[in-house]
């Protein structure tokens, strides 16, 4: 079974440029979560996507981070304009659909490291 | 105060050792509760759930206190491939939300 791919793998920018990242989930998971993990930090949960629909974006830094999965499946995470403190690994992780009790495990993608400077 | 707090180490043991882990939990409307291993420079992957009755995966025992908020990882004979960062996870509920703790490093020593 594939796993949760992600792009690019590394990416440098520029402070106030702008950059995007792309993640397809496992097959059939109709849930998928953009993750940002600082260094000597775990990983903290910016917004969960269920199917098309926006379940939890509360940690989202809506000024400057959006994201989207238009058709359910693969997801954009894009930063505009992106800051120092943005420097992070993005992960993406998929899951069957949430229930109510019943917690399904997450699969997470290799991750996108950023790097601003 | 994080909703999720661990010992973020590292831990330097030698082969063949015990060791253990805890975390607390801030949150007493938690569900359910994770241990994630973290290789450098990789994804987390989930090593085991975590039960009010205990639980064992090989040299691997994972415990949760709910009444004290607590959860624990015991890891028997430590082996070198031990060596990794082991993430304290609660899951909030309804949702599948994932809450992580910060990790505790492990360096198996040969």
């Known amino acids: 079974e594939a796993g949760v791919a992600q792009s690019p793998r590394y990416k440098i920018i520029e402070k106030r440029q702008s950059v995007a990242f792309w993640c397809n989930p496992i097959s059939g998971h109709a849930t998928l979560y953009w993750y940002q993990q600082i260094l000597g930090q775990g990983p903290k949960l910016l917004i969960q996507f269920q199917n098309n629909g926006v379940v939890d974006d509360s940690q989202l830094p809506k000024d400057r981070f959006s994201a989207e999965r238009l058709k359910g499946v693969d997801s954009t995470l894009k930063i505009q304009p992106a800051k120092l403190e943005d420097s992070a690994v993005y992960l993406c992780?998929?899951?069957?659909?949430?229930?109510?009790?019943?917690?399904?495990?997450?699969?997470f993608g290799p991750g996108t490291r950023l790097t601003v400077t | 105060r994080k909703e999720v707090e661990q010992d973020p180490g590292p831990f330097n043991v030698p082969e063949g050792a015990t060791v253990a882990f805890n975390c607390t939990y801030s949150?007493?409307?938690?569900?359910?509760f994770f241990w994630y291993r973290q290789d450098c420079r990789k994804e987390p992957k989930l090593l085991m759930s975590?039960?009010?009755s205990g639980n064992e995966d090989g040299r691997f025992t994972a415990q949760l206190n709910r009444a004290s908020q607590y959860i624990s990882l015991l890891i028997r004979d430590s082996k070198l491939s031990d060596s990794a960062t082991y993430l304290c996870?609660?899951?909030?509920?309804?949702?599948?939300?994932?809450?992580f703790g910060t990790g505790t490093l492990l360096a198996v020593q040969p």
């Open positions: 975590v039960y009010s």
């Open positions: 996870v609660v899951n909030r509920g309804a949702t599948n939300k994932l809450i």
């Open positions: 949150n007493s409307a938690s569900q359910s």
């Open positions: 992780a998929s899951s069957p659909i949430a229930r109510q009790g019943l917690p399904y495990e997450q699969y």
